[in-house]
């Protein structure tokens, strides 16, 4: 089966392509047309209505529904496991042309509604148009990537000749995977965990975030609708600490595919290791987890550039990425010069509910969010300066102002705490090396960027600092399918670098056979 070369799915240009709006805009009043909807369980094909609702709101109008949900039971996670297990059987020896078929053709199904799809997003996580957009474009590219990987592993691995056998190495599939993704690329996440277990010969429960589980539900059709067989993925969306927390300790689970936060994930993989009675492997945990990213700003840097790539990498959808950008380390000498830059550009952002086009920023995910962000601000005010936003902007949903506190110390809890929203600390250097030393100052270790012109500096950050995505002069957010291979260090998580070479053996278990000749 031969692919054309990979290549990422390009993004939309909704400010200077007319078209690219419009088909936005008809994609947008289509959706909210089809709000409020009602959605099963999905276990070997079959649907399931459950009494106990499970809600999704849109963010940025408390109130509206987005969709409603069965929730699972743990007799269904049970149900869920064994059916995915008799799956398993068949899928695990399916040719690998046709799971990759399915993959290639879920891309295409999604190409061709990319709009569609982003629409959801923008109703049921508060995405704007470009990061909803940036998001199914990443849902693509990982379809498309992971359909060229698998290819390129079944090809033989070379391995040294020993004389009078034939020898190979396969890589074959784990079997019953809980593939676990967080709410905040609801599309391009998913995607990715669900299409590297199947395309591998793996078989899934798939358990949506409760913040997102309509663009999941969404995404679980695109498979069936490519041809998957009933029972490869199951749709079981449910409550983490109940649901969750069965599905991961199961016997029968193979293996864990989780991203989210440093807590939930350190707490799968404590109890993903503990082994049940019956059980006959070592689970495998792939966890992604949180982030504290910082963007270095050298004395010896272009400031608007820095300024522009700070700004957009802290308040890209409300800061609400693991690579966001939550710290700026600036040296002394440039530090007032660099604030003033970014406080115009910050006050600039226009934060509105993003079915709107033009908007920068829309709201945070829910009310405990919003809460969360807020506690921090306070603490922000005690640990620094205010130098734009820190208030709510509007009730009517969770939003909050682009949040920029400065003079915070290197070790304050604002510089140390992952606050997934809309706020920056600003931490002052007095020269690189300590700059660098700051930036390495957390326990995590996800993303991290660096703007200066000096080669040595450039260097030496390439060497000492500690990040799984650093980035040299641009800001350390968007990371491409293919190009950046993506994964943290440190309590960030198991670095699994998702869109990469190496992602799919993760997936996999190699087998060598040896026969000898002519016995
Ligand atoms: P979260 O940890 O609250 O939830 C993630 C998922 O885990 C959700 O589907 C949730 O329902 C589920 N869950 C919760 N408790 C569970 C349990 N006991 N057992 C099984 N599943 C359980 O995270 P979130 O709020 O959805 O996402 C935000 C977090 O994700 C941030 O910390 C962010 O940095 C991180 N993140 C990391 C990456 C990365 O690649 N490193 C990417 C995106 C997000």
Request: charged residues 25%; neutral net charge; aromatic residues 8%.
């Amino acid at each position: 089966m031969g692919l054309s070369d990979f290549k990422n799915e390009p993004l939309s240009q909704f400010k200077t392509n007319p078209e690219h709006q419009r088909k936005m805009a008809e994609a947008v009043e289509k959706v909210r047309g089809e709000l409020g909807r009602d959605y099963d369980i999905v276990i070997g094909g079959e649907r399931i209505h459950t009494g106990d609702r499970l809600i999704s709101y849109n963010p940025a109008e408390k109130n509206q529904v987005v969709g409603t949900f069965s929730k699972a039971t743990r007799e269904l996670a049970e149900r869920a496991i064994r059916t995915a297990e008799e799956a398993f059987k068949t899928w695990s020896r399916t040719p690998i042309e046709r799971r990759v078929q399915v993959l290639v053709d879920a891309a295409r199904t999604v190409r061709e509604n990319k709009y569609y799809y982003s629409a959801w997003m923008v109703f049921e996580v508060g995405k704007s148009w470009s990061e909803a957009d940036a998001d199914t474009a990443e849902a693509i590219d990982f379809c498309e990537y992971y359909a060229r990987e698998m290819l390129r592993l079944e090809r033989p691995a070379p391995l040294a000749p020993v004389p009078g056998e034939k020898n190979y190495l396969r890589y074959i599939p784990l079997g019953v995977g809980i593939v676990i993704p967080p709410w905040n690329f609801p599309m391009a996440i998913l995607t990715g965990m669900t299409t590297a277990s199947i395309v591998s010969g793996n078989t899934v429960v798939l358990k949506p975030s409760s913040d997102s589980p309509v663009i999941a539900y969404k995404f679980f059709e695109v498979l069936e609708q490519a041809g998957m067989p009933p029972g490869v993925v199951n749709f079981l969306p449910g409550s983490g600490s109940t649901v969750g927390d069965y599905l991961v300790a199961h016997p029968r689970t193979r293996y864990v595919a989780f991203t989210g936060s440093k807590e939930v994930g350190l707490h799968i993989n404590e109890l993903a290791a503990k082994p049940q009675r019956g059980q006959i492997w070592v689970k495998r945990v792939v966890a992604e987890m949180g982030g504290k990213d910082s963007i270095v700003v050298d004395s010896e840097t272009d400031l608007d550039l820095a300024a522009d790539g700070v700004t957009s990498a802290a308040f890209g959808f409300q800061g609400q990425k693991c690579s966001a950008c939550s710290r700026a380390i600036v040296v002394e000498k440039v530090y007032d010069a660099f604030l003033d830059k970014l406080k115009q550009r910050v006050e600039t952002i226009k934060v509105g509910v993003p079915a709107d086009p033009g908007i920068d920023m829309g709201p945070v995910i829910n009310a405990g969010a919003e809460k969360s962000i807020m506690d921090y601000i306070e603490t922000g005010k005690q640990e620094g300066r205010v130098l734009t936003g820190g208030r709510t902007t509007s009730s009517a949903g969770h939003f909050i102002a682009p949040t920029v506190i400065a003079d915070v110390a290197p070790k304050a809890r604002l510089a140390q705490e992952e606050i997934f929203g809309p706020v920056l600390a600003v931490i002052k250097a007095k020269d690189f090396d300590e700059a660098l030393e700051i930036a390495n100052n957390t326990e995590y270790g996800l993303t991290g960027a660096v703007y200066t012109k000096n080669r040595q500096k450039l260097d030496k950050a390439a060497e000492t600092f500690h990040v799984g995505n650093l980035y040299l002069n641009r800001k350390c957010t968007g990371a491409m399918v293919g190009g950046h291979p993506f994964g943290g260090f440190n309590m960030s998580g198991t670095d699994s670098k998702a869109g990469g070479p190496d992602y799919l053996l993760l997936f996999t278990q190699a087998k060598t056979v040896a026969e000898k000749i002519g016995a």
